[in-house]
């Protein structure tokens, strides 16, 4: 197992880390923890040190499973992230409660890595005003905690507004060779990095998306390296970035463990012919998106409050990859119905304002027929 070193932090920590959100589960939708536990016990045993949980992961079973696997082995043996559920705060005697709940759930005395949970621009705003960075800090000194940090869904702006707010222990983003543009994105990465601050990275699978390309993306890959999986070449990517401290994969099965294991038990970072085959595959993939939305959100803010870039990530996600699940998800539960491109009022300022020169009032139409048409299917 490849590790890295945390030189602010003082520690180091494996560059493959367990995310504990997707345990095998039973036909009732529990963990199955007889086959979880069979994956921690071989990811403990090789070297897999840094396990990723939440309070709100497997409905709160998942810190429950986690902290009684893990109590068997030697406590300095291994990192325990967790996150307080920043949306059920609203003080800070809930974010105390949340807190010690968690302890007991994990019987532990302290949590490694303590992040906010999925910040936002609201939510960083609430946690701020209610001083719930300094009770952390609080914590800290405490023993109770040792590293600070947060987790974060919002676009590059509110990143930049987190991160340089106060002194940070590390950050975790969601950052793949398709979502370098995409919320914090690589920008965020870079200006982590220049900050200093170490990084954590989740989704580098796009959720497993780019383990199962399309079948003629799959074999220009293979010409390159027929023996590699679909989900190494990901999973590289993102390691070969150095200010990445930990790649967080949520390890289903054993045939996933074991393939990510071979790639960060022989980690190489990707070469110069290997970069450009993954960009190559990057632009193969969005030829299959259904406008050319960058993200560089010039159109934004719309007088109707429709968040546009957002709209057309969703809708070219489902373009690419033709996930009927996973778009409903997101249009659901990540596209408030404000922000949705049913609001649009056709002003048109927003396509004056495109340097793709998409017809952005078109494909809005478009767009909020076709997703509304995935929640009734």
């Known amino acids: 197992m490849v590790y890295r070193e945390l030189k602010k932090n003082g520690v180091s920590v494996s560059l493959l880390g367990y995310g504990c959100m997707r345990f095998p589960t039973d036909i009732d939708g529990r963990i199955d923890e007889a086959e979880a536990e069979k994956l921690l016990d071989l990811a403990y045993s090789r070297g897999i040190n840094y396990f990723d949980t939440a309070y709100n992961y497997h409905s709160g079973q998942s810190e429950l499973f986690v902290g009684r696997v ?27 409660q949340a807190f010690n ?8 005395d302290y949590i490694d890595f303590y992040l906010l949970h999925t910040l936002n621009k609201s939510s960083w705003d609430r946690m ?18 040792r590293f600070f ?13 987190i991160l340089k707010s106060r002194e940070w222990d590390f950050c975790q983003i969601q950052l793949n060779y398709m979502d370098v543009n995409y ?9 982590a990095e220049s900050m200093g601050v170490p990084m954590m990275v989740m989704e580098p699978v796009k959720g497993g998306k780019l383990a199962a390309l399309p079948d003629e993306v799959t074999a220009e ?7 590699a999986s679909v989900a190494s070449w990901a999973l590289r990517w993102v390691g070969s970035l150095p200010n990445v401290k930990v790649v967080l994969s949520g390890m289903t099965t054993m045939e996933q463990l074991l393939d990510n294991l071979n790639t960060f038990d022989n980690f190489r970072p990707l070469n110069k012919e290997e970069y450009q085959m993954i960009d190559r595959v990057s632009d193969a993939l969005r030829t299959r998106m259904n406008n050319g939305c960058t993200g560089c959100r010039y159109c934004m803010p719309c007088p109707a409050g429709v968040d546009i870039p957002l709209n057309f990530h969703v809708w070219n996600e489902y373009g690419v990859f033709k996930d009927k699940g996973r778009a409903a998800w997101l249009w659901e539960d990540f596209v408030s119905d404000s922000k949705r491109a049913k609001n649009c009022i056709s002003c048109g300022r927003c396509e004056q304002a495109c340097p793709q020169n998409i017809k952005i009032r ?12 995935l929640l009734k299917s």
């Open 221 to 227: 890959l293979r010409k390159v390296n027929p023996k």
């Open 101 to 108: 709940e968690q302890l007991e759930r994990l019987q532990t």
């Open 70 to 96: 893990l109590s068997k082995y030697d406590r300095g043996s291994y990192y325990i992230a967790d996150k307080l559920p920043c949306w059920q705060v609203k003080n800070l005697d809930d974010a105390e």
């Open 149 to 161: 940090g947060f987790s974060f869904h919002d676009d590059f702006e509110v990143f930049e507004e």
């Open 362 to 373: 078109e494909d809005l139409k478009l767009l909020q027929q076709e997703l509304d048409s």
């Open 128 to 145: 701020a005003r209610l001083g719930v960075p300094e009770f952390f800090d609080s914590l800290k000194k405490q023993g109770k905690i």
């Open 183 to 191: 919320q914090a994105g690589i920008k965020g990465y870079r200006l």
